[in-house]
Antibody, heavy 120, light 107 residues
Framework: QVQLEQSGAEVKKPGASVKVSCKVS????????MHWVRQAPGKGLEYMGG????????VYTQKFQGRLTMTEDTSTDTAFMELSSLRSEDTAVYYC?????????????WGQGTLVTVSS | DIQMTQSPPSLSASVGDRVTITCRAS??????LNWYQQKPGKAPNLLIY???NLQGGVPSRFSGSGSGTVFTLTISSLQPEDFATYFC?????????FGQGTKVEIK
């Protein structure tokens, strides 16, 4: 059973960066198709980016191009999402999730979410 | 990017009711449409993948249908634990995109 454990809540000032971690257990991070989704307070789900099996690389939603970096540490089976130049609109719960390659890339395992608050 | 439009944005229903939620894609996504349930303060939970396939552990009262651009999620007999928000998501073309959600409330 795959489990994803995310790092704790963060409070950041506008212009700063935040790095959220997602530790994988029950599988290795390198064998996981990792994706990141965020949800602003009271709003819907917003896909940020993740591994595209057709491209064989991480693909970012254009909205976040230049500000978003997704990385992995295979020694600790941990994935990271770093968002820079934070603004108030980035206040949200950030989720990591893995896609099932036999499930049409549906997100079948989710972390518990990490609240990132951007405030001066 | 492919736009996903859900309807209705919210609905009120009673226990035992049959509920249908529709998701429309701005272009064909073949069958690459997934449905999630989300309860307040919790991560989303996968219900249906590739339009019609029930995820393991999900009750059989949930079903999905559709292809191309129009898809539906049906709950055959609404149960108290089904009051939640439901999201569709396309995984046909990156960047994947979600519908805006449908909140199912108690009547």
């Amino acid at each position: 059973q795959v489990q994803l454990e995310q790092s704790g809540a963060e409070v950041k000032k506008p212009g700063a960066s935040v790095k959220v971690s997602c530790k994988v257990s029950g599988n290795t991070v390198s064998d996981s198709s990792m994706h990141w989704v965020r949800q602003a307070p009271g709003k819907g789900l917003e896909y940020m980016g993740g591994f595209d099996p057709d491209e064989g690389e991480i693909v970012y939603t254009q909205k976040f191009q230049g500000r978003l970096t997704m990385t992995e540490d295979t020694s600790t089976d941990t994935a990271f999402m770093e968002l820079s130049s934070l603004r108030s609109e980035d206040t949200a719960v950030y989720y990591c999730a893995t896609a099932g390659l036999t499930l049409g890339e549906a997100l079948d395992n989710w972390g518990q979410g990490t609240l990132v608050t951007v405030s001066s | 990017d492919i736009q996903m439009t859900q309807s209705p944005p919210s609905l009120s229903a009673s226990v035992g009711d049959r509920v249908t939620i529709t998701c429309r894609a701005s272009q064909s996504i073949r069958g690459y449409l997934n449905w999630y349930q989300q309860k307040p303060g919790k991560a989303p939970n996968l219900l249906i993948y590739v339009a019609t396939n029930l995820q393991g552990g999900v009750p059989s009262r949930f079903s999905g249908s559709g292809s191309g651009t129009v898809f539906t999620l049906t709950i055959s007999s609404l149960q108290p634990e089904d009051f939640a928000t439901y999201f569709c998501q396309q995984t046909s073309t990156t960047p994947w995109t979600f519908g805006q959600g449908t909140k199912v409330e108690i009547k």
